[in-house]
């Protein structure tokens, strides 16, 4: 019996130190992929979005093609765990956005729903906008799908391990540029209302 329960515990262990790292080509596709699904709802709906929202910090890069491929202008909330070098129990609005229709016609976008406490606390701040992450992980796709009533629009679903983004890894100040004009090229360079060669760092923390 405690043989078999260190085996359990061990490959517990290594399951929870299992990453998935994402480079840069394939977050281009990823996003694209998005962009894709978030086109078929423009049509199925009848209308655009008023805006793109992008959760600062993992949320920026994405939300800013998305705003881009789609035409539509761009906007920043700042949500987070990490209350100075803190992690707490709930994520907290750092930087929000006054919005009289509760966020209807706002299409929130970030990197991925990974536990949910993020799309929780959008549905707390704005009930009626709309909610797209290039990926999803099961508890927070679980969360959000009964927070929402619907699972959130999204380019991939991931299983639980950790995901390390092109920002988290070396190279990225000067792979940044470049994935913007790949992905320009992929969704035939459709610009909107911020500077289309501003190269843009890692998403601020």
């Known amino acids: 019996m405690s043989e078999a329960r260190s085996s359990l515990d061990a490959a517990a262990t290594l399951a ?11 977050f281009v596709d ?49 949500i987070s765990y990490y209350l100075g070098t803190e992690r707490q129990d709930e994520p907290r609005l750092l930087q929000g956005l006054a919005d009289e229709r509760e ?11 990974d536990s949910g406490g993020t ?9 009626r906008c709309d909610l797209a992450a290039v990926y999803t992980k099961p508890a927070g796709l679980a969360a959000a799908t009964s927070a929402w009533g619907s699972a959130p629009i999204h380019g991939r679903h991931m299983d639980a391990k950790w995901i390390v983004f092109p920002w988290d890894q070396p190279g990225w100040e000067t792979l940044s540029p470049l994935l913007i004009a790949a992905f320009r ?18 998403p601020r923390r």
Do not use: H
């Open 16 to 26: 929870a130190g299992a990453k998935t790292r994402i480079d840069g080509d394939e």
């Open 185 to 202: 090229e992929k969704t035939a360079d459709k610009r909107v209302g911020f500077d289309p060669d501003q190269n843009f760092s890692a």
């Open 119 to 127: 799309a929780l606390c959008l549905r707390r701040m704005w009930p």
């Open 103 to 113: 966020g209807e016609g706002l299409l929130v976008v970030d990197d991925v729903v």
């Open 30 to 78: 990823d996003i694209v992929s998005l962009v894709a699904r978030l086109k078929e709802e423009i049509a199925a709906r009848g209308q655009p979005w008023r805006a793109v929202v992008g959760v600062v910090r993992g949320g920026v890069f994405p939300a800013q093609r998305v705003a881009e491929a789609l035409r539509l202008d761009y906007r920043e909330i700042r």
